[in-house]
């Protein structure tokens, strides 16, 4: 039987033996290694990826955690300056009242001593009234007597 253009099937079953082989072989050896490879980088940046975005979630949910606390520390400090500023209030009303109190009750004595100082000035001076007036009348006494004399 005759073949026409002289082909030679199994010549070309052998080149295609051959180049299944070699398929195979670099298939093996080459395709498989670098797929591996390219999924384990794929998968090894997705991870990286998601641990930089679950970083990120959690670095946003410290932050508003810190401008929460930073906002209810405002809110104290504001609240304690204002409990300070009443309690300095109520301090200066009391300090105020207790220097009146002390005023008025110095004055009250101030006004008592200077009665009593007065008082005493009017009986030292009614005594000493008296005394001249008794010692005129001594005088006129002894004036007359000895006139009559």
Do not use: C
Request: hydrophobic content about 40%; proline content about 1%.
């Amino acid at each position: 039987m005759g073949i026409p253009l002289n082909i030679d099937w199994q010549q070309i079953l052998l080149h295609l033996f051959n180049f299944a082989i070699l398929a195979g072989g670099l298939y093996f050896l080459l395709y498989k290694p670098v797929k591996n490879f390219m999924e384990q980088r794929i998968a090894y940046y997705q991870g990286m990826e998601q641990e930089a975005a679950a970083k990120i979630e959690q670095a946003n949910a410290q932050e508003l955690e810190y401008r929460q606390r930073l906002e209810s520390a405002e809110q104290e400090a504001n609240r304690k300056k204002e409990q300070a500023a009443r309690d300095a209030e109520k301090t200066a009303q009391m300090i105020l009242r207790d220097a009146n109190k002390q005023r008025e009750q110095i004055l009250a004595q101030a006004k008592k001593d200077a009665q009593h100082e007065k008082e005493k000035i009017l009986q030292d001076a009614k005594e000493e009234i008296v005394e001249l007036a008794m010692a005129a009348t001594v005088k006129m006494l002894h004036g007359e007597a000895v006139s009559h004399e």
